[in-house]
Structure formats: structure tokens, C-alpha cells
């Protein structure tokens, strides 16, 4: 069983439509052969559990709620997600996600996706932190 983590940060401003993919942005660090990025997308293949922290600064277009969920193959992981609520206009939130997802395939059989979506309103998204690490 191999080892492998990756780390990417994003902290360019993002406008983030409703039900939008947010960017990742650029590998920080990186070990293994498990993990890498894909454009707005962690790929990860090899059999066995990934943990997984986000961390995202969003800041809402609109006052009310938004949420941010992780998605594996389109497919959105259950209890993955962050709700924040902000009563004024332009008023940052922190949101973050810890999860354990599971892989069932080798690297050679295919790969998973992990993406995060937002929902709710579109948003300005300042800074992304993902850690990603196959256990």
C-alpha cells in the first residue's frame, strides 16, 4: 500500500456562479502516486481511504445562505458539506470540510474525481486550502 498526500491553495479571488465548480488552484506540496490535480479537480486513484480537509473564505454577492459540497464523480458525499449564513452584504464566512471517502479502484482501472460545488448564491471565494491524504 503506498502513501501518497497533496496540498493546493488557491488564494487569487474567484467569482463562483451558483452550483459552480470552485478552483483548486495550484499544487502546494505534494508526495505519491495517488493524488494530483486536475484542473478543478483532485484525482485520486488507488484502492483504499482518503481523508480529506477544506477549507474555503467565501464571501456571498447576496445576504443568505450558501454551502459548499464535496463531490466524488459527480456524486455529492454525504455529510461533506458546509452551510454558513451571513445577514450582511459582502461579509466574509470560513467554511470547512473533513471527510473519509473511499476508493475501490487501482490507479490502472481509472480515477476518481473530487470537486467541491457551491450552492446557494454565487460568491467571491478568496482563499481554498484542500489537504488530501490516502491513509
Known amino acids: 500500500m503506498s502513501k501518497s498526500a497533496i496540498y493546493t491553495a488557491n488564494t487569487s479571488e474567484q467569482i463562483v456562479p451558483v452550483n459552480g465548480t470552485i478552483n483548486l488552484g495550484t499544487i502546494i506540496r505534494r508526495y505519491g502516486p495517488n493524488v494530483n490535480l486536475s484542473g478543478n479537480?483532485?484525482?485520486?486513484?488507488?484502492?483504499?481511504y482518503y481523508n480529506?480537509?477544506?477549507?474555503?473564505?467565501?464571501?456571498?454577492?447576496d445576504v443568505g445562505?450558501?454551502?459548499?459540497?464535496?463531490?466524488?464523480d459527480d456524486v455529492p458525499v454525504p455529510g461533506a458539506s458546509a452551510t454558513a449564513y451571513v445577514s450582511t452584504e459582502?461579509?466574509?464566512?470560513?467554511?470547512?470540510?473533513?471527510?473519509?471517502?473511499?476508493e475501490f479502484y487501482n490507479c490502472?482501472?481509472?480515477?476518481?474525481?473530487?470537486?467541491?460545488?457551491?450552492?446557494?448564491?454565487?460568491s467571491t471565494i478568496s482563499n481554498v486550502a484542500i489537504v488530501v491524504e490516502k491513509l
Open 90 to 102: 459582502d461579509t466574509p464566512a470560513n467554511v470547512s470540510i473533513s471527510s473519509l471517502v473511499r
Open 65 to 72: 445562505e450558501f454551502t459548499v459540497t464535496l463531490y466524488k
Open 52 to 61: 480529506i480537509d477544506a477549507n474555503f473564505t467565501v464571501v456571498p454577492s
Open 41 to 48: 479537480a483532485i484525482q485520486i486513484g488507488g484502492v483504499g
Open 108 to 122: 490502472c482501472e481509472g480515477l476518481s474525481n473530487l470537486t467541491f460545488v457551491l450552492s446557494g448564491t454565487s
